[in-house]
């Protein structure tokens, strides 16, 4: 491990722009909301405000993105399709770890199935990752129930722990230690170094304390999602507090549905662009001819969660689905962020639970 | 996967030739394609069951089942105008472009069926995916039992390939059995629901398999009349539609229940249907 005066961050995040397009937490000027954005000005990124209001997955699968182009005179018959061009190189600085998790569920599902999603590779690629241990927890989150924090265990390529006036860096890739020497960063003596996993301990231990409603005990919800043994009137409860806007889905740092949709653009000339979708939204499943079968909101409404907790969707992942940032108890209207939809789960069929 | 483990066109479409437009029934034709680089047309290898994501330039893409036998025919689709894309493509004429990407899914079972009789059910346009398959084991007949089509439609214009039903019955021991819902006139075969032709048909049940396409409702009652008869849940076969966007299981869009009709399908046992706890 090594050591980096907090002072001397902006050289960290100066060296990297010099070959990343650079993105971090941000605090907006308008709004004061933090956000997770492309920076022009290294010395914006902030480590210490709390967790962003938007995952970092919009930087490699953003909300709406042309991905090919087409050509086409009805006349001559001359088509031609053209893929867009490669992204550019990024650097992620300041990923919670419950971030980074997410991207690594994003990961498994796009580049680790049957297929590749190349449009996904190419934003991926390249790619470097600063990650940020949570030294404190933030109101909504719940990453330690969820195994995805407070701090990162694989996936970057450095890893700061703030432990008071310096950072514990810590490498986790051979891209990370050729930027570390190239900063000229001391070698941490033994004692700082284990403070890191002190930091870790006292995290967890504020966790515990403070947590209320955002503490999720998943493992019944993991149970009975995977086997279907959840009462229907759990499902109509959720639907029925369900606002079908979609926020979840979109704030979800490992949710990953999109649509495509092709639009002309006049002269022959045409493009395909993906967006994001939700399973929440009517006409996710909806046919040509109007055949949809999950019309319903209950039967759409729980596709979410089988998701984020399921078994058979956990191994697509090699982890559940939901990384505990909290983020869908923050935008949800209707007060059914995971939290609350595992005790729903997990109140109902305590009911069923004969008692003596 | 392709039996022959050929490479799908995964993300770009190949450009492809619409060589010949045929109509079918109303509202239904056939389009004739070839690729435009003969290298992709070479490689590109369909194992019946399959599906393509077929591009109609400035009104968007759809997925669509392949009819035709990866064996004996040229490469064609078979499709209903009912959407903005599908009308796109009805507009188009011979000569006409249109893009290609896969071929996607699993496919039907063929090897593994072997030696069985073979029943199709089919409703209306669910003809159109098991075309590939009849084609397929009416060619191969003596590796097989009994091979029986079991087909209905609203109307009887509404049947489809019924000129190539007349070819295929010209294979000895080709069982055909046909119904329309109401009686019309110049109609002098069975009037019915589908499912009303099985108990008739005595159909085969040891070392048989039933393939059955069409429309939600028809395929429900024609299960529980196949069960009725004898057949046990994993010799029913069927290929599933679902909204599909990326047809490489990353949109989701096709989800059911844990599957993804895409890349785990589109072609599944009712065995496997029946656990999937969501409506199809």
Known sequence: ?356 | MSETGSKAIVTVPAVAVIDEVRDEIEDVKTFYFSFEDPAVGASFRVRSGQFIMCTVFGAGEFAVSLPFSPESDRPHLSVRQVGKVTRALHDLRPGDKIGVRGPFGNGFPFEEIKGKNVIYVAGGIGLIPLRSSIVHVLQHRKDFGRILLIYGSKTAKELMYRYMIDEWKKTEGFETYFTIDNPEPGWDDRVGFVHTLIAPASVPVKDTVAFVCGPPLMFNAVIGELGKAGLKDEAIVSTLERHMKCGIGKCQHCAIGRTLVCTDGPVYTYRQIKTLGEQI
């Not at chain 1, 330690?144 to 890739?173: M, N």
């Not at chain 1, 020497?181 to 003596?189: I, N, V, Y």
């Not at chain 1, 231990?205 to 149970?223: E, P, Y």
Request: charged residues 25%; glycine residues 8%.
């Open chain 1, 1 to 356: 491990m090594h050591i980096l005066p907090k002072a001397d961050l902006r050289r960290l995040t100066g060296a990297l722009a010099e070959r990343y397009a650079l993105y971090g937490p941000v605090c907006h000027e308008v709004s004061g909301e933090v956000i997770f954005d492309l920076v022009d000005d290294p010395s914006r990124i902030d480590l210490d405000i709390p967790i962003p209001y938007n995952p970092p997955k919009g930087v490699v699968f953003p909300q709406a993105e042309r991905i090919m182009s087409f050509s086409y005179d009805r006349a001559s018959k001359a088509a031609a399709i053209e893929p867009e061009a490669l992204a550019a190189p990024k650097a992620l600085v300041g990923l919670r770890s419950c971030d980074l998790n997410g991207l690594l569920c994003l990961d498994r599902f796009m580049l680790g199935q049957e297929y590749v999603d190349e449009v996904f590779l190419e934003h991926r690629k390249k790619m470097f990752i600063v990650s940020n241990t949570c030294v404190h927890p933030f109101p909504q989150c719940f990453c330690v129930c969820t195994d995805s924090g407070p701090a990162a265990v694989e996936g970057f390529d450095l890893d700061l722990t703030d432990i008071g006036g310096e950072y514990l860096v810590l490498t986790g890739s051979a891209k990370g230690e050729e930027l570390v020497r190239g900063l000229g960063l001391a070698a941490a003596p033994a004692a700082k170094a284990a403070l890191r996993a002190k930091a870790v301990e006292a995290s967890v231990a504020l966790f515990d304390a403070q947590a209320k409603d955002n503490k999720a005990w998943i493992s019944r919800a993991v149970n009975r999602l995977t086997t279907g043994f959840i009462p229907h009137e759990v499902w109509e409860y959720i639907g029925d507090q369900c606002f079908e806007c979609g926020a979840c889905a979109f704030v979800c740092p490992s949710c990953s549905c999109f649509n495509i949709e092709d639009a002309a653009e006049g002269e022959g000339r045409s493009c395909r662009t993906r967006a994001w979708d939700s399973c929440s939204f009517e006409g996710y499943a909806r046919m040509a001819g109007d055949h949809n079968p999950r019309k319903a909101v209950e039967d759409r409404r729980n596709k979410r969660f089988f998701c984020k907790l399921s078994f058979s969707q956990s191994r697509k992942y090699l982890r559940p689905g939901c990384v505990g940032c909290g983020r869908c108890v923050r935008v949800c209207p209707g007060d059914i962020g995971l939290p609350n939809v595992v005790t729903a789960i997990r109140r109902e069929s305590t009911k069923q639970v004969p008692h003596e």
